[in-house]
Each structure stands twice: as structure tokens, then as C-alpha cells.
């Protein structure tokens, strides 16, 4: 191993680590979208109704449905 030898550091790690260099608030921003969009509270309730109105598939999806 030579004397000045460095830890090699990927091109997309050096764009990320100046991103966060530049702009301190980056992650509090990028939590803050998430919470925005994602990070909702569930309703119980209204996902058991949803999961108990489901149709069964048939078969065969592609085929017609027969009558007997």
C-alpha cells in the first residue's frame, strides 16, 4: 500500500457529499416532502372494508365467463 494511498470515494458518493456540503437543510427538506405525500395515519375501518368488497379472480383471467 503506498505512503499517500486514499480511500477510493465513488463519483455518485462525491456528488452526494457535496450536495449535503452545500445544503445543510437537504435531509430535513427531503423528510419533510415524505411526510407530505407518503407518511399518512391508516384507516383501519376503511382498509378492512376495502380488503372485504374485493372480487375473487377467476381461473383464467383472459378467458369469458361461462353461465352453467
Known amino acids: 500500500m503506498p505512503l499517500f494511498w486514499k480511500p ?10 457535496e450536495l449535503r456540503a452545500k445544503k445543510p437543510t437537504l435531509e430535513a427538506e427531503q423528510r419533510a416532502g415524505r ?3 407518503w407518511d399518512k395515519p391508516l384507516d383501519r375501518e376503511a382498509l378492512a372494508a376495502y ?6 379472480q377467476q381461473p383464467y383471467v383472459y378467458g369469458t365467463k361461462t353461465t352453467p
Open 35 to 37: 411526510a407530505l405525500l
Open 51 to 56: 380488503k372485504q368488497a374485493g372480487v375473487p
Open 8 to 17: 477510493y470515494k465513488s463519483d455518485v458518493t462525491q456528488l452526494i457529499d
